[in-house]
């Protein structure tokens, strides 16, 4: 399969899964689009891979996990976020979701990164410890914080399913 | 399906757009790389050419080929009103009232564009306002005229050597009455871009500019690999220091350059160590690669040895890592926050 039509058929998924891992649309467009100009000139080696995207997720994962970047997205403490409503109806539910979408985004990154990994890319913690260069270990602790810290600041999150 | 598994799916429409531009924004990006190096290739081919068929060669004061182990131009003193700035191993001196830019030029005032990730002028969604005056830091060749804000005259253009090293240097009027000029050194892959309101800033500008491999912070342009090698401290560092230099690193060139640097002593200096020392150990493990360093510490002693300390922000096995050789620290906000003074443009 040529670059082109790869990034045809898999940029939604790619692009969709930076979304996730940045919660921010602009930089996951800027994210994808520059590791795809990178993944380009090694496409050749690259296409040959058992798994040529979950390579292209891990290196936009590892982009979006750089120093200059993360500390250049001016992200706010949790504590923070506004308090969420407490009334159980249907609008309240979405202004909760609204509000745990944007606590996402003022996740610590890595936090952030393993839990797109595992709720939205369906990876087990080994595969996710593997995308991220650490222990399974860890994997598990970063995301029980980041899951504890969605509990804490959106209650409704907690009355309905949230893992 | 968890709730935070819906929530995921219900703002996936948010880059629905985005996927017609993907591909020909990749191209874009493509096309500059490729221009980029055919640029640099033609324009060492040109600096022969030029050389061989004897254009006047110029050579700065600074000549030395041979690899420095400390600051080449460490006592290198700057023109009156002027600051020495260095990024990707250039050194160059702009005017004090000149700002310090994480990329892009935004706004009126005079600024200098350091090469952060991901930000650099040519990316940024605005250009530099009419009349302002900047510095720009580009670690490919970039075409100048893109960054000239008006049309550019005839350009004087010379092939140089500066430190050794091979470069061009040109300067152009630009409609408006202003001026822009350029160094480009392709084999250390830097370029700076210069535009003034005027033709005397501009020159003292470009005749300042040093190409080094240990800048004026102290800080080496191209980072050691490896672990630090550890020094007898009764804690994680000195709590002392003549001095600090901390150094940062970007993988986003291709490869791992110095993108800024500072030097503190003094009472800014022991802050930063009393953070580093307070800071939680940890013991890294089940590493399957090791981490990439984003920042590197040195630390001048009284006794006349250095410190170094690797800072990590996606460290193996931990968040993020501080490394003296011997063990491990949490990079814990207040690091970061201190470290940052040094990064963060006041």
């Known amino acids: 399969m040529t670059f082109e039509d790869w990034v045809g058929a898999r940029g939604g998924a790619l692009l969709r899964f930076a979304l996730m891992v940045s919660a921010d649309p602009s930089r996951a467009e800027d994210l994808v689009q520059s590791v795809l100009a990178r993944v380009y000139s090694r496409w050749s080696h690259i296409s040959t891979l058992a798994a040529p995207e979950a390579y292209v997720k891990a290196a936009i994962v590892n982009e979006h996990l750089k120093w200059w970047r993360r500390r250049s997205n001016h992200e706010m403490p949790a504590e923070m976020l506004t308090d969420a409503p407490e009334a159980f109806d249907v609008a309240s539910r979405h202004a909760s979701r609204d509000a745990a979408w944007e606590l996402l985004g003022r996740l610590p990154r890595r936090q952030r990164a393993v839990l797109a990994l595992r709720f939205y890319e369906d990876m087990s913690d080994g595969g996710i410890a593997a995308v991220l260069g650490c222990s399974v270990s860890t994997v598990r602790s970063q995301a029980s914080r980041a899951l504890a810290t969605l509990r804490a600041a959106v209650p409704m999150m907690q009355k309905e399913t949230l893992p | 399906m968890t709730d935070l598994r819906e929530l995921y799916e219900r703002h996936e429409a948010l880059v629905d757009e985005a996927h017609e531009r993907l591909l020909p924004a990749v191209r874009v990006r493509v096309r500059r790389r490729r221009l980029s190096h055919r640029i640099g290739a033609a324009a060492a081919v040109l600096a022969v050419v030029a050389t061989v068929g004897g254009v006047a060669v110029l050579t700065t004061a600074h000549r030395n080929m041979s690899t420095p182990l400390v600051p080449a131009h460490a006592d290198q003193r700057p023109p009156a009103g002027y600051r020495i700035v260095s990024s990707l191993g ?100 830097i370029e700076l871009i210069v535009r003034t309101n005027d033709q005397a800033t501009l020159a003292t500008i470009l005749d300042s500019i040093n190409l080094v491999e240990v800048d004026n912070a102290g800080c080496r342009t191209d980072i050691s690999s490896g672990r630090p090698t550890p020094v007898d401290t009764s804690e994680f560092v000195d709590q002392h220091p003549v001095a600090i230099s901390v150094c940062f690193y970007s993988t986003f060139t291709g490869d791992h350059r ?89």
């Open chain 2, 258 to 346: 110095l993108i800024r640097s500072h030097r503190d002593a003094g009472a800014s200096a022991e802050a930063l160590v009393t953070v580093l020392n307070a800071a939680q150990s940890v013991v890294p493990s089940n590493c399957s690669a090791p981490p990439l360093v984003d920042a590197v510490l040195i630390i001048d002693r009284r006794d006349g040895s250095t410190q170094t300390v690797n800072a990590s922000v996606s460290g193996c096995g931990v968040d993020s890592s501080l490394d003296n050789g011997r063990s491990y620290r949490v990079v814990s906000g207040a690091v970061q926050d201190e470290i940052d003074k040094a990064r963060v443009p006041a």
């Open chain 2, 90 to 189: 250039m050194q160059v001196a702009v005017p004090n009232s000149w700002g310090l830019s994480s990329g892009c030029l935004q706004g009126a005032s005079p600024m200098i564009a350091l090469p952060d990730d991901g930000y650099n002028p040519f990316n940024c969604d605005q250009g530099a306002p009419a009349g302002k005056e900047f510095a720009a830091y580009e670690a490919t060749y970039e075409d100048p005229g893109r960054l000239a804000g008006g049309s550019v005259g005839s350009v004087v253009s010379q092939t140089i050597a500066i430190d050794g090293v091979t470069a061009t240097r040109a300067m152009a009027p630009v409609s408006g009455g202003r001026f822009i000029g350029w160094v480009y050194a392709p084999s250390r892959s």
